[in-house]
């Protein structure tokens, strides 16, 4: 088992910046693949960055690309997102979730964190 346990959510003015924390606990955090996925009212959970067990490996999806940054340090268990230039549709809860094997497909992933939520105003 890996426990997940988010941070570092709130309220952010458009324009802003955010940085996400995930702090593991239970197996060796450097034997997954980490990544962050969001889901808003209403809608579908979606992903929005993966990086690989050794974090030499990072993906997003295309709506944030330039604007967010994944990474972790196996030595703290944590893996981070910086979010900069925020936007009010990135308003949404932020779960990160643990795998196997690096992926942007949710259902591969096979622990996940309780979320934290991020609201951005306009």
């Known amino acids: 088992q890996v426990q997940l346990v988010e941070s570092g959510g709130g309220l952010v003015q458009a324009g802003g910046s955010l940085r996400l924390s995930c702090a593991a606990s239970?197996?060796?955090?450097?034997?997954?693949?980490m990544a962050w996925f969001r889901q808003a009212p209403g809608n579908e959970r979606e992903s929005v960055a993966a990086i690989s067990w050794s974090g030499g490996s990072t993906y997003y999806v295309d709506s944030v690309k330039g604007r967010f940054t994944i990474s972790r340090d196996n030595a703290k268990n944590t893996v981070y997102l910086q979010m900069n230039s925020l936007k009010p549709e990135d308003t949404a809860v932020y779960y990160c979730?643990?795998?196997?094997?690096?992926?942007?497909?949710?259902?591969?992933?096979?622990?996940w964190g309780q979320g934290t939520q991020v609201t951005v105003s306009s």
């Open positions: 979730a643990a795998a196997v094997s690096t992926s942007l497909v949710p259902r591969r992933y096979d622990y």
């Open positions: 239970g197996r060796t955090f450097s034997n997954y693949a």
